[in-house]
C-alpha cells in the first residue's frame, strides 16, 4: 500500500472497456462469460478423465492434466473481474486483492511457459526416439518435472509479490487497464521504477524467450523426424497435430511479448487490453480443444465416462 501526500491508497479503479457503450460491455461480457466457463468446464473434464482413466495415465496426458489445472486459475485471476467490470460496472478492487491478482497471473503464466517446455520435450521423445520412449520419460521423472515447473511458479509468485511491495502511490488510483497488470501499476507508481522496470523486463522476457526457444528447438526436431516417415497419412496427421499446437504457442507467447517487451509501456490502452484478451481468455480457451479435446483416446474415455455415468443412474 502507498502512501503519498498524506493519501493512503486502499483501493484502486479499473478502467479498461470504460469507453465502450453499455450494450456492447453486455455483449462482450456474455461472450467472455461462454468462453470463460467452456474453458473450466473442458480443463476439469481433461483433469478428471486423466485421473480415472487407466488408458490416459501416460506421460503425455499426465503433463496434460498439470497444464489444464494452472489454466483453470490463470484465466480465472482475470475474467472473474473482468466479467464483474463489465455485466456491474463496479471497477474498484482492493490493493491487497490487486497485487494478488498479478502475482497469481505472472506466476501461473510462467508456470504454463515452463510446462510447455516440459511438454515439447515428451513429444520430441515420443516421435523421434520412440524405442527409448519408456526408458525415458519414466513417472518418477515426470514427477520431478512437473514438481519443477510448480516451483518455479511459486517462486516467481514470491518475487513478484516483493517487487511490487516496493512500489509506493501517490494518490492517483486508476490502472489504465481491465485487470492489475505490472506495466500499469508501474506508471501509476510515484517512486523511481526506471531500474526496476528495466530489470523486472529483462527478467520476464530471458524466462519467456528461453522457454520458446526450448520448445521451437523440440518442434523443429519433430518437424525433421516426421518429414522421414514413410507413410504419407502419418505425417499429415503429425503436421496438422505440431500446427495446431504452434497456432496456441504463437498466441500464448507472442502476446505476452506484445505485451511485456521494454518498449509495450507505451502502446494505447485499447490495444493492451486486445492484445491481454488474446493472452488470458483466447489462449486458454482454445488449449482444451488444441491438446486433449481433439484427441479420440481423450473423446473415447469421455464417451464412455459419461456413458458409465448414465447406466448408474439408469
Not at 261 to 272: K, M, R
Amino acid at each position: 500500500m502507498g502512501v503519498g501526500n498524506g493519501t493512503v491508497i486502499s483501493e484502486f479503479i479499473l478502467t479498461g472497456f470504460s469507453g465502450l457503450d453499455q450494450r456492447l460491455q453486455l455483449s462482450l461480457c456474455l461472450v467472455l462469460l461462454l468462453m470463460y466457463l467452456t474453458t473450466v468446464m473442458g480443463s476439469v473434464a481433461i483433469i478428471f478423465l486423466v485421473c480415472v482413466d487407466n488408458r490416459l495415465q501416460i506421460p503425455m496426458y499426465y503433463f496434460i492434466g498439470n497444464l489444464a489445472f494452472p489454466e483453470i486459475w490463470f484465466t480465472s485471476s482475470t475474467s472473474t473481474k473482468l466479467l464483474v467490470i463489465l455485466s456491474s460496472g463496479r471497477r474498484t478492487i482492493s490493493v491487497g486483492g490487486c497485487f494478488a491478482q498479478s502475482s497469481f497471473y505472472f506466476a501461473l503464466g510462467i508456470a504454463e511457459f515452463v510446462l510447455l517446455v516440459v511438454m515439447s520435450f515428451d513429444r520430441y521423445v515420443a516421435i523421434c526416439q520412440p524405442l527409448r520412449y519408456a526408458a525415458v520419460m519414466k513417472h518418477q521423472l515426470c514427477i520431478h518435472l512437473v514438481a519443477a515447473v510448480w516451483v518455479m511458479g511459486f517462486t516467481f509468485l514470491s518475487y513478484h509479490l516483493v517487487l511490487l511491495s516496493k512500489l509506493t502511490f501517490c494518490g492517483l488510483s486508476n490502472i489504465q487497464h481491465f485487470f492489475c497488470d505490472k506495466t500499469p501499476l508501474f506508471q501509476l507508481s510515484c517512486s523511481d521504477v526506471t531500474l526496476l522496470w528495466k530489470t523486472d523486463a529483462v527478467f520476464l522476457l530471458f524466462i519467456v524467450l528461453s522457454s520458446l526457444c526450448r520448445t521451437l528447438a523440440s518442434y523443429t526436431s519433430i518437424f525433421f523426424c516426421i518429414l522421414q516417415m514413410p507413410a504419407a497419412s502419418a505425417r499429415r496427421k503429425a503436421f496438422a497435430t505440431c500446427s495446431s499446437h504452434l497456432t496456441t504457442l504463437a498466441i500464448a507467447y507472442g502476446s505476452c511479448i506484445a505485451l511485456y517487451a521494454p518498449s509495450s509501456g507505451h502502446v494505447s490502452l485499447e490495444t493492451n487490453s486486445i492484445v491481454a484478451l488474446l493472452n488470458t481468455v483466447l489462449y486458454p480457451f482454445l488449449n482444451p480443444f488444441i491438446y486433449s479435446l481433439r484427441n479420440k483416446a481423450v473423446m473415447l474415455a469421455l464417451k464412455e465416462t459419461m456413458a458409465r455415468d448414465c447406466c448408474q443412474r439408469l
